[in-house]
């Protein structure tokens, strides 16, 4: 199984803040990456694929990137409602696996 | 698109409880449906997809022999079963629609189910 390890665990921004997220992949999953985003007591919403590509509806302070290995969620500028658990998850192949998640607090 | 699961549950353990989704809004047969579990306060483990047109389900290895994905697509709901019940299984359950790249694009609402005797 592809271990995905996601750091740091937690971190403490303020609003308007850059934010990075870092996810490193066991092997190679080349640009096989998903992040998604999860509210407290709601289900993850989808952010990106393809390690780099915004789903529709995604603001632009939100971007990926990396391939191979490592990899990495950027928000350019911290916003009220994008404090959150963040997720990376590989599709390169079943087991699909996600890392353990960043919880961005205030 | 929608998907909506069912809601929340209590079981002993030993137990058996079934889970169901409910897809709207897209052909359900054209995305396989996954499922995903939380354990309170942890994160997304990964456990089933199902391919919804065949029905054949692929599990991970943690969960082999002990959960069931099926699908009734004449009302476009997958069903996740899992079987003997243990504490550890207290999680909140959900589906979600998977395009042929493995993106889980849309997701339930999630369904807890609590293991207490």
């Known amino acids: 199984d592809i271990q995905m390890t996601q750091s740091p665990s937690s971190l403490s921004a303020g609003v308007g803040d850059r934010v990075i997220i870092t996810c490193r992949a066991s092997?190679?999953?080349?640009?096989?990456l998903l992040w998604y985003q999860q509210k407290l007591g709601e289900a993850p919403k989808f952010l990106i694929y393809?390690?780099?590509s915004l789903q529709s509806g995604v603001p632009s302070r939100f971007s990926g990137g990396g391939s191979g290995r490592d990899f990495t969620l950027t928000i350019s500028s911290l916003q009220p409602e994008d404090f959150a658990t963040y997720y990376c998850?590989?599709?390169?192949?079943?087991?699909?696996?996600f890392g353990q998640g960043t919880k961005v607090e205030v | 698109v929608q998907l909506v699961q069912s809601g929340a549950e209590v079981k002993k353990p030993g137990a058996s409880v079934k889970v169901s989704c409910k897809a709207s809004g897209y052909i359900f047969t054209n995305y396989e449906i996954n499922w995903v579990r939380q354990v309170p306060g942890q994160g997304l483990e990964w456990m089933a997809w199902m391919n919804p047109i065949t029905g054949n389900p692929g599990y991970s290895q943690k969960f082999r022999g002990r959960v069931t994905v099926t699908r009734d697509t004449s009302i476009s709901t997958a069903y996740l079963e899992v079987n003997s019940l243990t504490s550890d299984d207290t999680a909140v359950y959900y589906c979600a629609r998977t395009t042929n790249s493995g993106w889980f694009d849309h997701w339930g609402q999630g369904s807890l189910v609590t293991v207490s005797s």
């Open positions: 998850q590989q599709s390169y192949s079943t087991p699909w696996t």
């Open positions: 393809g390690a780099s």
């Open positions: 092997q190679s999953i080349t640009t096989h």
